[in-house]
Nanobody, 116 residues
Framework: QVQLVESGGGLVQPGGSLRLSCAAS????????MGWYRQALGKQRELVAL???????NYADSVKGRFTISRDNAKNMVYLQMNSLKPEDTAVYYC??????????WGQGIQVTVSS
């Protein structure tokens, strides 16, 4: 029913930029927030950024000043502009959509690799 599809990942050099997009469909409930998590190999999944339907963002300390989350509520789209990328940003990035009750929904994930 609910489907989240990420796009825009890939390989980039340190200092480069990528823009991730997440398209949500099948949403029949009020959204509390949408956001991005990431999981590096062998590590726990961590919150990168979130944005409420009202437009209020929140960021992990590790990405503040480098990443920007934005959304288009009418299109059920959320974006993550990633600038000044570092090797430690390498991870699988997951889009999530959270309502006011379970379950939460997740995309399949998209690889971001920052390497020279």
């Amino acid at each position: 029913q609910v489907q989240l599809v990420e796009s825009g990942g890939g390989l980039v050099q340190p200092g480069g930029s990528l823009r991730l997009s997440c398209a949500a469909s099948g949403i029949t409930f009020d959204i509390k927030y949408m956001g991005w998590y990431r999981q590096a190999l062998g590590k726990q999944r961590e919150l990168v950024a979130l944005i409420t339907s009202g437009g209020s963002p929140n960021y992990a300390d590790s990405v503040k000043g480098r990443f920007t989350i934005s959304r288009d509520n009418a299109k059920n789209m959320v974006y993550l502009q990633m600038n000044s990328l570092k090797p430690e940003d390498t991870a699988v990035y997951y889009c999530t959509c959270v309502g006011w009750r379970p379950p939460d929904y997740w995309g399949q994930g998209i690889q971001v690799t920052v390497s020279s």
